[in-house]
């Protein structure tokens, strides 16, 4: 199993470009989620979907959207972009929520705006 | 509301000392607690989980933790450091066996000195 992965590595944009964040997993994770991830801030959940077709908006949702139209894939789309966005951005997912089940994070995806 | 506070943004230790990572946590309900390592330029790996039982939990590469419930902490420590023990742990904590939603802290660095 690749496990989950994300596309592309780096990425610079300019200030208003838009561009979309790509995840994937293979393992039939029924749960994914997008975070950020800033220096000195810890994680912050931005989007999560719970199934096909299922998203809702975590603690910073303001400027992205998503989609869940596959069990595999969960898109991340920046559609304005701005300098507070800068960040770099996880995709995880799991088989299902609640304390037991772990999260199994991407690379992540470097994201700079200028 | 959940929330976790790490103490200590930056621990220095020699090789072979003890590792020594705070964490402590707020929960209206009873937690389920975990401790994730980030090495350089990579996603975040589950290093351990408390979800109910033994307060003691053993994770990968020789961590464990331990949770305090009167406290409210959940402490990480490995007895010996070593070189590639060099990374950043975020504590997390998800409310309850119903909860959907992890919360970070703010990660702290960890720097081995040879």
């Known amino acids: 199993n690749a496990g989950v992965t994300q596309t592309p590595k780096f990425r610079i944009l300019k200030i208003g470009q838009s561009m979309t964040l790509q995840c994937a997993q293979d393992m039939n994770h029924n749960y994914m989620y997008w975070y950020r991830q800033d220096p000195g801030m810890g994680l912050k959940l931005i989007y999560y979907?719970?199934?096909?077709?299922?998203?809702d908006k975590g603690e910073v949702p303001n400027g992205y959207n998503v989609s869940r139209s596959t069990t595999e894939d969960f898109p991340l789309r920046l559609e304005l972009a701005a300098p507070s966005q800068t960040s770099v951005y996880f995709c995880?997912?799991?088989?299902?929520?609640?304390?037991?089940?772990?999260?199994?994070f991407g690379p992540g995806t470097r994201l700079l705006v200028l | 509301a959940q929330s976790v506070t790490q103490l200590g943004s930056h621990v220095s230790v020699s090789e072979g000392a003890l590792v020594l990572l705070r964490c402590n946590y707020s929960?209206?309900?009873?937690?389920?607690l975990f401790w994730y390592v980030q090495y350089p330029n990579q996603g975040l790996q589950l290093l351990l989980k408390?979800?109910?039982?033994?307060?003691l939990v053993k994770g990968i590469n020789g961590f464990e933790a331990e949770f305090k419930k009167s406290e409210t902490s959940f402490r990480l420590t490995k007895p010996s450091a070593h070189m590639s023990d060099a990374a950043e742990y975020f504590c997390?904590?998800?409310?309850?066996?119903?909860?959907?939603?992890?919360?970070f802290g703010t990660g702290t660095r960890l720097a081995v000195r040879p």
């Open positions: 979907s719970v199934g096909a077709g299922i998203t």
């Open positions: 997390a904590v998800i409310e309850g066996s119903s909860g959907d939603k992890l919360t």
């Open positions: 995880a997912s799991s088989y299902s929520t609640g304390g037991q089940e772990t999260q199994y």
């Open positions: 929960s209206s309900v009873p937690p389920y």
């Open positions: 408390y979800t109910t039982g033994a307060t």
